[in-house]
Every structure is written in structure tokens, then in C-alpha cells.
Nanobody, 124 residues
């Protein structure tokens, strides 16, 4: 049973920072890619960032480019999302996702496993 557990969400003022973590367990994660998505109330889940197994290939949504940084520690089966210069529009539930032995993707339907999500709220 694959499990993805996110942590690090919370309430922060605009301009502040948060660091999300997602730790995976339950299978061998060699060769897989991982992504972060978010969903605000009344909206569809949207792509935030994704990183390949090697960490060489990384994609960001235009809305977070230059403010968010995705990274991973394969020894710990953990992916991180460092979020700086947060804006109220970043308020959402953030989900991490795992794509088994496949390159990175911006499409949520291409991911195999999902975490339960962590709430990020940015006040103005």
C-alpha cells in the first residue's frame, strides 16, 4: 500500500514562507517522478510543480515560478516545496502526487498515487 503524507501547511501572512514536505512509503520509488498540485474551494486541482527522479528535470506553473522551489531527497523518499513570497491567491489545499517510473507531468490524471493534502492559508 503506497502512502504519501504531506506536512508543513498552515496560516501565514502575505509575503511569508512555508515549506511543505511529502514522505512516501510502500514501494520502491526508484525512477519515479513526483509533483505538487493545489486546489482552492470551487476550483479544479491545478499543477504547481514537478520533479524527476534525478532532480534534473523540473517544471513549475507560471504562477509560482520564481517564488516556489521543488526538491527531493531520494534517500528519505521525500519531496519538498519551498514557498516564498506567498500571496493570498496561493491559498489552497496542497497535494503531493507520485508517478511510478515515469517522467514528470503537469497533468493530474497521469499520477498514480496522492496524499491527503495539507491546507495552506495566506492572509492579506
Amino acid at each position: 500500500q503506497v502512502q504519501l503524507v504531506e506536512s508543513g501547511g498552515g496560516l501565514v501572512q502575505a509575503g511569508g514562507s512555508l515549506r511543505l514536505s511529502c514522505t512516501a512509503s510502500g514501494r520502491t520509488f526508484i525512477g519515479g517522478s513526483m509533483g505538487w498540485f493545489r486546489q482552492a474551494p470551487g476550483t479544479e486541482r491545478e499543477f504547481v510543480a514537478a520533479i524527476a527522479w534525478t532532480g534534473v528535470s523540473i517544471h513549475y506553473a507560471d504562477s509560482v515560478k520564481g517564488r516556489f522551489t521543488i526538491s527531493r531527497d531520494n534517500a528519505k523518499n521525500t519531496v519538498y516545496l519551498q514557498m516564498n513570497s506567498l500571496k493570498p491567491d496561493d491559498t489552497a489545499v496542497y497535494y503531493c502526487a507520485d508517478r511510478v517510473r515515469a517522467p514528470i507531468s503537469r497533468y493530474s490524471s497521469s499520477y498514480d498515487y496522492w496524499g491527503q493534502g495539507t491546507q495552506v492559508t495566506v492572509s492579506s
